[in-house]
Nanobody, 120 residues
Framework: QVQLVESGGGLVQAGGSLRLTCVAS????????MGWFRQTSVTEREFVAG????????HYAEFVRGRFVISRDNAKDTLYLQMNDLKPEDTAVYYC?????????????WGQGTQVTVFS
């Protein structure tokens, strides 16, 4: 299984931006569609954004479309999530994962996640 390490979270004021990074342990990273998910203390883990193996196709949950951008650098085995115009409701622990065949579920193990806190 691909091991994943997320970073880049932090404390940011509403309207601000953060860029999350997910580094994969294996070169086979480039074979997989990847995604970002998030979870709060009161919600289940939910899909945020996904990207195909080459980076040529992306899709987003409605609540982040137009504000977040997912991208990847296969040469660096790294996945990114650029988060703009952040809102307090974006506060969550963010995780990256290999996507399942359906494109909005995860496959394999989770990393430790990275905390994003947005204050108003």
């Amino acid at each position: 299984q691909v091991q994943l390490v997320e970073s880049g979270g932090g404390l940011v004021q509403a309207g601000g931006s953060l860029r999350l990074t997910c580094v994969a342990s294996e070169r086979t990273f480039r074979d997989y569609a990847m995604g970002w998910f998030r979870q709060t203390s009161v919600t289940e883990r939910e899909f945020v954004a996904g990207i195909n193996w080459s980076g040529g196709s992306t899709h987003y949950a409605e609540f982040v479309r137009g504000r977040f951008v997912i991208s990847r650098d296969n040469a660096k085995d790294t996945l990114y999530l650029q988060m703009n115009d952040l809102k307090p409701e974006d506060t969550a622990v963010y995780y990256c994962s290999v996507l399942d065949s359906g494109g909005a579920g995860h496959s394999g193990s989770w990393g430790q996640g990275t905390q994003v806190t947005v204050f108003s």
